[in-house]
């Protein structure tokens, strides 16, 4: 046993695990002991046996299986986890337990699986035990279907789903084995006992005998249903309930077991479908068109064959259901008419829902194929129709049904009024509305008057049925016109009708209570016509709970209880004259009656004043009204002539009818009279009176059909205008309900063609005020009038838009309650009021146009034909206008071209669709099934254009239909199933938009839920969201439980992801809108107002379960901190107050507390809402310490998402909701994330009113509120983005008040986001952002900014591209150019790049910001934008010049610039707040405390500078003035000046600037030169040229003449764009200052080593310049222009002859290069260009030897890069050409073949035109090379050694250097190297240095300057052209200084070393130009090869340096700007600094 012991120690769960079995059946057993011993379900114990519990079952050894059986049981029946091995251990029980020998072991493993059953898990044993009957082992099968029925027997048919069971049993009857066929009838005999008959059709096709023998088992069973005798674990109290009856023996009465009786289960779900249409015979289509009757009975034997089958698949039936149509319409022979009949009942039976889409082109032809006479055709015809009525609904029959209750033929009318009877007995209150109903009992009460005996009877079943369904109050008010006989014989067929249901109707009980539950819905009106949604809740409540109370709200909500019999129309016989007579001499003095028609009118009138009398004073009752106006209508009735008279007469007509039973019989009486006086002028007042009085009694409906006829009928013009004056104000009086419009639109028609103006102006009034009510589809009646007209007509209602009818004042009276209470019902629950407007509406029958031949053309092959089909159809329909729904066979047509393979048509016919939805109105819902939903097949499409346009046409068929029948069925749910990305995100984005809108969906939308779930895991990222965003909306219809129990079909995996994201739709779900109220007594508010006030509360959606107060107003706020308060005004207003008091801005607590409760409505959740109020009081934000940077924290080290995205995706949303749960108010929280947008807006109001307060805390959260905020910006609504913004207004306002300043981390996950919404459409959108991030510089450095900005230039929105623009010239307007981050020229050219878009809007942006920088800092830009395209830059120049007329010219001070400067500290990093120095300083310098504290990641600046701000902030008494420039004592210049012995500290690298004030002064003047001040430039002239005409003097300039040239460059460009412009600047002083430029160059140029220094660049443009200004005509015009044209000539002679030679070439080639490809520049410019080359060719011979060939070489292959030889040709001149060849031959003539070796700059030479054009120039002058060696001056060797073999040189040079090696040879060697060095300008010594000590190198450096300096007395190595040297020349020498420059500039060296910088030369870091060799020579003086910077780049570097210099410059002289330099290395000497400053502050005092 020593093995036992081992295992004994081991914990439980490793035994069970062990090798050895009888260490698991040990293990097993203390694991049954463990089981039942813990308490705890949910206990972490359970975790650990998760993964064995599948091993327990499945045990190998059976004695330890049994065991493990036991245990695995007691973990099911107690783990709260077990759940989660469902499918494992019952797959394990079904494969290794059921076929074990042992009985015990099967009936555990049994019970294992009813104990997961129990434990919710039904669904997936049913799978699993279903897939154990197809297993090979007839024991495993057995043992499986017992456990089927064992658990059916104990759980009942609700837990144990049928259908697959039953579709899987009929296989087990025909297994081998006995025992399976045995186990399979005791299972169907238990599924008989739950299901019954409902059975039997699935079991049709097993054996005879088998069938025999069950039907004999279940005859025995007994009749009372099963009971379910075990139950789940949530059912509880089921389980308690059972147990009871038990106990008591079963003694329950029968009404509790019929709730819980099964709902009987439809066989049809059972069933399998069958594809019947590939079975159909091949020539069906053929055979059915055949003459003879035999074929045509053949083909339809087959097909009624295959639609016996009970259930089909769903397919196309189209061309099927057609076929059949045509033989049951035309076919003579009858016998194939039954037959087709049976065929479609066939079809209809087994397609059900889906056979809906062919209802309606079937059910006409049946219904006219009644005329039959034959009862064996008219009785299939009724299965036929019956079968369909099944497949849609009543409203989709209703109008095929009217149209043929009218036909002639008794037999139609007979049948159809019994189909209807049979259909109403299908229908329940709720589908059968009192909409659809009007209609069809009007119809019927025709009928009931018929002439033949069997259509009467007929439509007296029909109203009889529909009163049982309805009950008799609904259809009461239809029958008002029927006698009593007819009345009892309907109500005698009533009491007969059985209907399906019929024991549940008996008590009635059932039957009342489901409308009384749905009370609200059942009002049926539509959301538009609803009163605010307070009351309906109020009213739903009251309804449901019980009797309404009294009082206002009572009388609405139960309007339609209180239908009194007085409610009832008041009607009465016509009386004749006699008896008229009669009654009214026992109510009227004797005298009044015989002087009425007495000859003397005073007579009269004493007879009218005692009938007035009379009439006043008698009793309601007793009043005979017909008989009193008959008596004032007697002679001469109203042919009075005195008007007294007429007027009494008048006034007694309104007496009577305001005070007795005035019937319509007496109105008729008198309306006749009326009309005819109102356009009297005396007598028209009391007329329109009495129609007012006669409209309250008799409706105003009826009576102003009547007068308006009459009116019409005469032709009195002034009465017909009256008549319409009236009716205007009656109806705003009366309000609009239930007037015809049809009944009089055509009087109005004639009225406005009228001739008399009155009228047509009457006319157009009454149309205004019946536009307020019916809106815009009014309109559509006037569509044809003339133009004039029409115009006319909208002018009044343009006058009418956006006024809201006004509050009825008068009503009907007897029929006011009945009234309220139908108004509502008739409104369809979708349509309102617009439909009943469409239903107005004439419409055309189109449905004869819709030929055969049109459709086939639109089916035909060609698409061109197809397409002209579709013309036709659309011209058809927009030809009608308005049309009913019959249109033909058009729709199959059109849906097969919404699959058309082109495109175009697809869309065509989506047009076509939308046309026909506005056309057909209403009338569409029909085609839905057929039409519609292929509408959302095409969303499937995979291009763009053709979605959106499926997408508008669904919108459009919405609008018309509503959104319920779309719902129905489970068409939706087939298109979900289609795996089309597409589609599937199209249309659940749809439903996502539709379902918050709807009150009640079909039950069949649930059919879509496990499309929706396969979405949720939909391989695209956007079905998955679309998914997610529509699982609220399903859920808000269908409840979370019924959509968590669907999710038991999903794998487990797929399961709990879809669990969890239902648990967060749960959170968000929308609450459905609430029913819409009906208006009260004293209100029948018209629709407009209501839904006016109803916007105006914010549309709120009311959750039903709380009816809370104080959602009623949109903001929250006031209403939030104080319970409501009683309402003001004690009596509840009426709605029209209540709009006022939503629209007006009243003050919150008033406006809101006052809506919160009016009138009994609030009374009963007051209390709730109260108690919410209280909880929202608290603060809305929470101030933890510290949280904010502890998120930071979180997000650096990557704990949590960085907010960066393109769309949000949900794990940021989910990130969000976390970090704010903590922070901010839980039921804020829920407002910001729920699903309906106007919580948020509700949610950012009450933040706006917190803001002020909770201050602190809004900082404290500023991040996460800043985050969410960025999620609203990716929301498409813009109610929610205006309050956004609105928002962040003030939030910005607050913080910049506060002095917060915002972090990095909060302006990343901000800043970028609100950049995005710049580019919004709308322009008040993009006014607040800009407005936003202006606030923004406030609180984040402008420069920080400017980068995110720049990040917004890239966008693709054109918009936001422009407007980012815009803001960025903002930027450098208010801040300088410091701003423009990293650098202003990487910046500038970015932003320069925009001058050259597509679109205007961000061209002209780019343009002012450019324009902007001009601005700030003058030509400089024209450096800083880089290259340009020509067009974009005559662009910016021509754009540059506008603005610089436009601006001021006033001379640009140094002070004001300094000014702008003190406003706007130019480096926006100094300091955050810039506001203006005017402040006290002592809060400026804490802010900036503040500033430095806050934000410790800016570089600081040293404190030095920032005493030095303060001085100036305190200081403003003195004005800045800069020191006089002509001050500076030029000797000076010349004075030695004393240098401290080196010492090695570090050296600042503004060592020479700093030290060196001869080079700063001049740096300074020459940064004077470019000034816009002409003269500022003139004085710096001048002071520059003195320098220069002194010879001894003249070499302080050497270093900077490119600098000299720029600016000069520069300023000649100013005076071009700007000077020569502005009409306000002298010309003398610009010729004066052209002057001074020229002399200097003069000078400059006169002096041979100064001039050789300009660079190649600087030459080009300062060429240009020269030529531009000798071509510039505004010069020559002026009389010293010639002058001064002459003075350039000469100069640019002089710079050609003296600048350097190779720098000269290669700047007239390239600018030759520019001038050509630019086609803006006149060609003369060109020309003069080519003539300066030319002399440069001749002077050639004399300078070949000092130029650098492989450098002019290069530009000429650059140039014949651009312009080829063949390019060169087609250029109008050929001088280019010419010139270009010339060069070149001179060239070779020069040099021989050895040209040829001089390519080596060029890179790619086989590329190169050049080569080739070199050699042929060569081979044609090869005999003539000799003799150009042989010169006769010193140089005459120098090209044959020039090109000396490599190895020759490097002897050579090897030889020298050994020579200064060795100390005797080192003078000699130095000497021999600098000969060398002269000899050879461009050797390289490069490799010879390279290796030496960097000490060597500086030795040989001093050695050579030295022997410069000796021979030629001067400091400058003329080969050093391209390269000035700071630091180093710009010193003036003396001997005693000998070493200096070198000593620092070594050390300079080493600095650079140690810090990792290359040694190169100054100007290549700011950018060589691209063929400048990489690295070049440590030693710049050594360079062999002088560098070519491209011109830009050369500026560029100048520039900068100018900046440098000018900015030190005004620190030395104290100026005041607050600018400051910041030192570029870390090793800035400070000391020196300080030293500086203290001398600066003693200067000032």
Known sequence: MGDDSEWMKLPIDQKCEHKVWKARLNGYEEAVKLFQRIEDEKSPEWGKYLGLIKKFVTDSNAVAQLKGLEAALAFVENAHVAGKTTGEVVSGVVTKVFNQPKARAKELGMDICLMYIEIEKAEVVQDELLKGLDNKNPKIVVASIETLRKALSEFGSKIVTLKPVVKVLPKQFESREKAVRDEAKLLAVEIYKWIRDALRPSLQNITSVQLKELEEEWVKLPSSPPKQSRFLRSQQELKAKFEQQQAQGGEQSDGEDEEDAPAAVDPYELLEPVEILSKMPKDFYDKIEAKKWQERKEALEAVEALTKNPKLENGDYGDLVRALKKVVGKDANVMLVSMAAKCLAGLAAGLRKKFGTYSGQVVPTILEKFKEKKPQVVQSLQEAIDAIFLTTTLQNLSEDILAVMDNKNPSIKQQASLFLARSFRHCTQTTLPKSALKPLCAALIKQVNDSAPEVRDAAFEALGTAMK?????????????????????????????????????AGGGAVEKKP???????????????????????????????????????????GKTKKTSDSKEHTETELSVEACEELAAGVLPASCLQQLDSANWKERLASMEEFQKAVETMDKAAMPCQALVRMLAKKPGWKETNFQVMQMKLRIVALIAQRGQFSKMSASVVLDGLVDKVGDVKCGGNAKEGLTAIGEVCSLPWTAEQVVSMAFAQKNPKNQAETLNWLANAMKEFGFAGINVKGFINNVKTALGATNPAVRTAAIALLGVMYLYMGAPLRMFFEDEKPALLAQIDAEFEKMQGQSPPAAKRFTKKAAAEDVGDEGDEADEEGGAGHDIMDLLPRTDIGDKITSDLVSKIEDKNWKIRKEGLDEAAAIISEAKFITANIGELPLALKGRLSDSNKILVQQTLTILQQLATAMGPGLKQHIKALGIPIITVLGDSKLNVRSAALATLQAWVEQTGMKDWLEGEDLADELKRENPFLRQEVLGWLAEKLPTLRTAPGDLMLCIPQLYACLEDRNGDVRKKAQDALPTFMMHLGYDKMNKATGKLKPASKDQVVAMLEKARAVMPAKPAAPAKAGKGSAEPSRAASASRSGAGGEDFPESKAEVKKVRGGGGAAARKPPSPPEDPSPPLPSKDKECNGSKKPPGKGKAGGSQQGPAAKKPAGKGQKEDEDKSGPIFVLIPNAKEQRIKEEKQLKILKWNFMTPRDEYVEQLKTQMSTCFAKWLQDELFHFDFQRHVKAIGVMIERLESESEATIGCLDLILKWFTLRFFDTNTTVLMKVLEYLKLLFTMLNRENYHLTEYEANSFVPYLILKVGESKDVVRKDVRAILTMLCKVYPASKVFPFLMEGTKSKNSKQRAECLEELGCLIEGYGMNVCQPTPAKSLKEIAVHIGDRDTS????????????????????????????????????????????????????????????????????????RKPAQEDPNKLNQARQNAQHSEPSHPSIPKEFQLDLDMIEKDQSRVCELPDLVQHKL???????????????????????????????????????????????IQALAQIDEVLRQEDKADVMSGHIDQLLIATIMQLRLINSTHLADDRVDKTDIFKLYSCIIGNMLSLFSMEALAREASMGVLKDLMHGLITLMLDSRVEDVEDGTQVIRSVNLLVIRVLENSDQTNMISALLVLLQDTLVSTAGSPSVSELVMKCLWRMIRFLPETINNINLDRILLDVHNFMKVFPKEKLKQLKSDVPHRTLKTLLHTLCKLTGAKILDHLSMIENRNESELEAHLRRVVKHSGNLSGFKNDRGNEKTGLHMDDRMSKAKVSDILSEIFKKIGSKENTKEGLTELYEYKLKYSDADLEPFLKNASQFFQSYVERGLRMIESDREGKTRNQTSAGTPQHGVDSSPSSNNEELKPAVYYERLKILRQRQGLENTSRQQQVGGSEDEPQQRPAISLLSSKPSVASSTDMLHSKLSQLKESRELYQQEHNTHSPTHTRSASPAANLDDLKKRLERIKSNRQ
Do not use: W
């Not at 739903?540 to 009572?554: D, E, F, L, R």
């Not at 754009?1439 to 006033?1450: F, L, M, P, Q, V």
């Not at 000046?1537 to 003047?1565: G, Q």
């Open 1402 to 1473: 961000v061209r002209n942006a780019a343009l002012n910001t450019v324009v902007a920088v001009y601005n700030v800092c003058g030509e400089q830009v024209y450096k800083l934008i880089g290259n340009l395209s020509e067009k974009d830059m005559s662009m910016l120049e021509e754009r540059i010049k506008r603005s610089a007329k436009k601006t001021a010219a006033a001379p640009a001070k140094p002070s004001a610039t300094e000014k702008s400067q003190r406003e706007h500290p130019a480096n926006p990093n100094a300091t955050f707040l």
């Open 1531 to 1577: 000797d000076e210049l010349l004075e030695p000046i004393m240098i401290p012995e080196p010492k090695m500290r570090a050296v600042s690298p503004h060592f020479d600037d700093l030290h060196n004030s001869t080079a700063s002064t001049i740096n300074f003047v020459i940064s004077q030169v470019a000034s816009g001040d002409i003269n500022t430039s």
């Open 516 to 558: 009384a539950a749905r009370a609200a819905p059942a009002a049926e009106a539509p959301s538009k016509s609803s009163a605010p949604p307070k009351k309906s809740q109020a009213a739903a409540g009251k309804m449901s709970a019980g009797p309404p109370k009294k009082g206002k709200t009572a009388s609405a909500a139960g």
């Open 469 to 505: 369904v309805v009950g008799e109050k609904a259809v009461n008010p239809f029958l008002a016109d029927l006698d009593k006989l007819k009345l009892d014989k309907i109500k005698e067929c009533s009491e007969k009708v059985e209907l399906p249901g019929a024991k549940k109707a």
